[in-house]
T-cell receptor, first 113, second 118 residues
Framework: DTAVSQTPKYLVTQMGNDKSIKCEQNLGHDTMYWYKQDSKKFLKIMFSYNNKELIINETVPNRFSPKSPDKAHLNLHINSLELGDSAVYFC????????????FGEGSRLTVL | AQKVTQAQTEISVVEKEDVTLDCVYETRDTTYYLFWYKQPPSGELVFLIRRNSFDEQNEISGRYSWNFQKSTSSFNFTITASQVVDSAVYFCALSEANRGSTLGRLYFGRGTQLTVWP
């Protein structure tokens, strides 16, 4: 069983469209994250949710809206897609301070044409 | 200011050579965690190690070893007898633990692309 799963793995779309990326974790963790990896491989945090509550919003444009229906899911919705949104988006689930490990999903590669 | 610096953008070695990937970090927190992740060509992020700021013991895991030195704010990663399968981008990351629930917030370095030639 995949611990953190993201769908879709690949997404190609036109500028101006709205799209969503879904993330689910079966680890029972309370805290989930979205990270963005740009074309230069730089990884940066976007959002964090703890038990369905937003705790980090890292100056991400309003076009990006995370939604957490329950603590096992953290979806990312993007409105009015722009070329610069092309990136790999990683969902992650945090194991807590006992191990400190962040479990990453396999990533979702978004290409905006 | 960047919290994690990986000065080596790319490194190329020939199989069986030893290679060290450098990582320098910056933080004012007294409690923090340092990580190394591997990103192979397939794209996933693979957790390698986590070290907390109170544990400066070096660690060895098979061909991998890590040298943590608080005096120089460095957490370097050495691969001994490198293999072609070690080719990947390696990321060093920092988590500042004095901020409670944001512990999973990682500040990543820009990564080092390691290529191991046969």
């Amino acid at each position: 069983d995949t611990a953190v799963s993201q769908t879709p793995k690949y997404l190609v779309t036109q500028m101006g469209n709205d799209k969503s990326i879904k993330c689910e974790q079966n680890l029972g963790h309370d805290t989930m994250y979205w990270y963005k990896q740009d074309s230069k491989k730089f990884l940066k945090i976007m959002f964090s949710y703890n038990n369905k509550e937003l705790i980090i919003n890292e100056t991400v444009p309003n076009r990006f809206s995370p939604k957490s229906p329950d603590k096992a899911h953290l979806n990312l919705h993007i409105n009015s897609l722009e070329l610069g949104d092309s990136a790999v988006y990683f969902c992650a689930s945090y194991a807590g301070s006992s191990t400190g490990e962040l479990f990453f999903g396999e990533g979702s590669r978004l290409t905006v044409l | 200011a960047q919290k994690v610096t990986q000065a080596q953008t790319e490194i190329s070695v020939v199989e069986k050579e030893d290679v060290t990937l450098d990582c320098v970090y910056e933080t004012r927190d007294t409690t923090y965690y340092l990580f190394w992740y591997k990103q192979p060509p397939s794209g996933e992020l693979v957790f390698l190690i986590r070290r907390n700021s109170f544990d400066e013991q070096n660690e060895i895991s098979g061909r991998y070893s890590w040298n943590f030195q608080k005096s120089t704010s460095s957490f370097n990663f050495t691969i001994t007898a490198s293999q072609v399968v070690d080719s990947a981008v390696y990321f060093c990351a920092l988590s500042e633990a004095n901020r409670g629930s944001t512990l999973g917030r990682l500040y990543f370095g820009r990564g080092t692309q390691l290529t191991v030639w046969p």
